[in-house]
């Protein structure tokens, strides 16, 4: 019962981040109250229960890369959602998080 709960706080706050932003897995942590849970954050997306309205693509990793096993088709496609919300990505690949990083 416990995970669930934990995995719906995940869900809840990434429903929040708006169109043409990203947040980080540390960042989801930290606002969940320990910021140790990056990992836990990471599991929870991985088994989203609502692709598409839950919006795991706006979440990255702490260097602004987009997901090596994104969970709901590879890569590409996270990185094309993404540039599909307007985000432009840097030659390395990676998103200026200092642009395109929500906080609220």
């Known amino acids: 019962m416990h995970q669930k709960n934990t995995f719906d ?3 809840d706050i990434v429903m929040k981040i708006p169109k043409g932003m990203v947040a980080t897995y540390g960042d989801i942590a930290k606002r969940m109250g320990n910021p140790k ?33 994104f969970a709901f088709g590879g890569e590409d496609k996270q990185r094309m959602l993404l ?11 990676r998103i200026d998080l200092e642009k395109y990083r929500w906080y609220d």
Do not use: D
């Open 37 to 69: 849970w990056s990992q836990i954050v990471g599991f929870a997306l991985h088994v989203n229960p609502m692709p598409g309205v839950i919006p795991c693509h706006r979440v990255v990793n702490r260097f602004g890369e987009t997901s090596k096993a």
């Open 9 to 11: 706080l995940v869900y």
């Open 83 to 93: 540039e599909e919300e307007g985000i432009k990505f840097m030659p390395n690949g």
